[in-house]
């Protein structure tokens, strides 16, 4: 990767940070779009890369806000999340390499659901839904962090449609997100996936990651959320379009 490439690179890295520190998700959906969309590396590679960064940055956005997850809930989501991750995991290992363009079209799709899904307001629940919901969007959100460390979407949306608090809500999802990316980034060192041009290319994105997320992070409560939400729409609407049409 030459100087140019690792700039785009660190760019991207800087916007999918914003994008998860602010709406709680994203980082990995947004960061593997991106390297897809303009031929930065192949999507095994930046899944690895993701995994590691996605972690350090749950992490990090988690060492003030641990106390306020609702761990009944992560537990019945991880319950579901971990046997997908893995099936999504396997699939890409074996196949991935040779269905470019699948994966591809199915980047651009949830490109498209995830930028969908942040725009909708539903209402809230009266109530906390059970358990097997959360299981079963751990299932389906599961597959997808397998297969690209993004399995943010269909989780976040059920989470936001829970009568809870915002910060139980933001704080049990990036629970959630460290997890998964914990197992993911083990089973990635497992299967070899962690060359030494991946870690190279992982300790460029962590001190991006790093600042991006301790610059914004003082600043949220200032930002106001339909403004984020409408530019963060429109980016993941061109995004996604553009990896479905693109030739």
Not at 123 to 134: E, H, N, R
Request: charged share 10%; glycine share 8%; hydrophobic share 55%.
């Amino acid at each position: 990767m030459d100087s140019w490439a690792l700039l785009y690179f660190s760019v991207m890295v800087v916007i999918a940070t914003a994008v998860q520190t602010i709406t709680g998700f994203a980082l990995g959906l947004i960061l593997v779009a991106l390297c897809t969309a303009f031929g930065v590396m192949s999507v095994i590679d930046c899944a690895a890369i993701v995994s590691l960064v996605s972690m350090m940055n749950t992490g990090l956005l988690l060492r003030r806000s641990y106390r306020d997850l609702n761990g009944h809930v992560v537990m019945a989501i991880m319950l579901g999340l971990i046997p997908t991750l893995l099936l999504g995991f396997y699939w890409l290992d074996q196949v991935g390499r040779d269905q470019v363009s699948l994966l591809r079209t199915i980047i651009g799709a949830m490109v498209l659901v995830a930028g969908t899904t942040l725009m909708l307001r539903p209402s809230p629940y009266s109530s906390l839904s059970a358990k097997p919901f959360f299981f079963g969007s751990g299932l389906i959100g599961g597959l997808f962090g397998g297969l690209f460390s993004a399995a943010g979407a269909p989780i976040a949306y059920l989470m936001y449609r829970q009568p809870l608090a915002i910060s139980v809500i933001r704080s049990s999802l990036l629970a959630v997100f460290f997890l998964s990316t914990f197992v993911r980034a083990v089973t990635g060192g497992f299967a070899g996936h962690y060359t030494p041009d991946v870690l190279i290319k992982t300790l460029i994105a962590a001190p991006v990651m790093l600042v991006t997320t301790m610059l914004i992070e003082p600043t949220l409560p200032a930002i106001p959320d339909q403004v984020v939400r409408r530019l963060v729409f429109l980016c993941l609407m061109a995004l996604g379009l553009y990896l479905l049409l693109a030739p």
